[in-house]
């Protein structure tokens, strides 16, 4: 049987009773704060689909407008530009930060890039075309800050779903394991206490019964003795024994040896 | 589990490519470019001689990189080694797919973009249910 099995293997006292009642309670609250952290994540979690898709979509358009701006810095100062830029990588200017936003108990991290130090490709296309490389230089940065933003939103989408699987099966699991099986603990520990309870009663009943036949045993017996005793007095009384005149009437009506009839 | 990786709060990380020679000029040209003592590079640029085998190993390094906080690829790139992308399921760093000049943007195959869109059918179902 199913509900024989899933309860917890407890003795049936009162004492038991109340400690599994207590972490039913403790079950229930456990489960509602769950199912809240759940739901708040969920909200979270909807927010930044929104926003990934509305950023996915812009990046398109950011990196076309980027790719033209270098096409046009590269129409500007000749083919040989990307050689100087290959060739002037040091360290790297522009560089990502990342921190923690905490969101009902779990940390999404946030990045944000910023420039570090001053960068190396300020001279570059100082003969031909500077501008168009500025410009292509701040179209790309503009491209990075985009992607960046996504790539935060991409990381807590993926923290978030992963957050929010482990929350639900916790929900579950606290709902369909844990308070069924204290319930039907709870229900069975009451049943054998009321088993308990009946089998007390009809034992006190049990020996109450047999108490009071005793009783009446005892009355009727003594009520016998005293007749008895009462009806010697008379024959005493009487100059007769009772006993006696009982022996003669047997006496009589056993076999006499005298009598010869 | 993925959610149980420990978040750094770095002060500062770098982001990496995975690019055609365009868009990683470019980027460069923004200032993400790093190249360390060793002279090891944080983009790999692909072109027609570039096998998959260093797209792989370009891919696995930079996810695996200390330092890195984004990897930026482009999806022409990353559909060459899909079952990388795909099976990665790390927060830190993240992956990005990027559209590159000659190949428009197809946000049905980004891996990111496809579990967001399934996930968002699946949500307006389950919310209309509710």
């Known amino acids: ?261 | 589990m993925a959610n149980k990786t420990q978040i750094r709060t770095s002060n500062s990380a770098l982001i990496a490519m995975i690019a055609d020679e365009d868009t990683v000029v470019g980027f460069l040209l923004a200032g993400v470019g790093n190249v360390d003592l060793r002279r090891k590079t944080n983009y790999l640029i692909v072109d027609s001689k570039t096998t998959v085998k260093q797209i792989e190993d370009a891919f696995k390094e930079f996810t695996t990189r200390e330092d890195i906080a984004i990897v930026m690829i482009s999806q022409y790139v990353a559909n060459m080694i899909r079952f990388l992308v795909d099976s990665y399921n790390k927060p830190v760093p993240a992956i990005l797919e990027i559209p590159s000049k000659d190949h428009p943007y197809d946000p049905a195959q980004d891996s990111i973009l496809s579990r967001v869109k399934h996930l968002f059918s699946a949500e307006s179902v389950a919310s209309g249910r509710r």
């Open chain 1, 1 to 261: 049987m199913s509900s024989q099995e899933q309860r917890l293997n407890v003795v049936p006292t009162v004492t038991v009773l109340a400690v599994v009642k207590a972490r039913l309670v403790g079950a229930t609250r456990g489960h509602a704060l769950l199912k809240k952290k759940s739901d708040a994540l969920t909200v979270q979690f909807r927010q930044i689909l929104k926003k990934i898709v509305s950023t996915k979509e812009s990046m398109g358009e950011i990196m076309k407008a980027s790719s033209f701006a270098l096409t046009e810095a590269k129409y500007v100062a000749g083919e040989n530009i990307k050689h100087s830029i290959l060739e002037n990588v040091q360290t790297a200017s522009l560089k990502v930060r990342s921190r923690q936003e905490n969101v009902a108990g779990v940390k999404l991290p946030k990045f944000e890039y910023f420039t570090e130090g001053e960068t190396k490709n300020d001279l570059t296309g100082l003969a031909r075309g500077g501008q168009q490389v500025q410009a292509c230089r701040v179209a790309y940065v503009k491209a990075i800050e985009v992607l960046v933003e996504l790539a935060s939103l991409q990381t807590s989408f993926l923290t978030l779903d992963e957050a929010i699987k482990t929350t639900n099966r916790r929900v579950n699991a606290l709902e369909n394991v844990v308070k069924p099986k204290l319930e039907n603990t709870i229900t069975y520990i009451k049943g054998e206490l009321d088993e308990l309870e009946r089998e007390d009663f009809f034992r006190l009943k049990k020996i109450q019964g047999y108490k009071k036949r005793e009783i009446e045993r005892q009355l009727a017996e003594a009520k016998v003795f005293a007749e008895e005793k009462f009806a010697e007095k008379v024959s005493l009384q009487k100059g007769i024994s009772l006993n006696s005149a009982h022996n003669l009437l047997s006496a009589a009506s056993g076999k006499d040896e005298d009598i010869i009839f």
